[in-house]
């Protein structure tokens, strides 16, 4: 069983990782775009004033699904180890 639980809890850690990569790749593909369509200082301010406002919705949300799921699972196959 003691082994059964670390791997598991390997394996939630990475699944996490790769949910953190992947909200990490999306940012990265809007910023390719912004370069390919052309950068002014007008687009870049806002750009941030609309990222300020819309991350905490859709960035910060979805890492927080991420890890509250992860901590639960790990937490879930603790408890089920423990008892």
Known sequence: MHNGLIIFLIFLFILAI????FALKQE????????????????????SLEYESVS???????QIWIYSITITLA???????LF
């Open 18 to 21: 790769l949910g953190t990569f």
């Open 28 to 47: 990265e593909r809007k910023m390719k775009k912004y370069e390919e369509e052309g950068d002014t200082i007008a687009d870049q301010l806002s750009r």
């Open 56 to 62: 905490l919705k859709s960035n910060v949300r979805t």
């Open 75 to 81: 937490l879930l196959a603790f408890f089920i180890y």
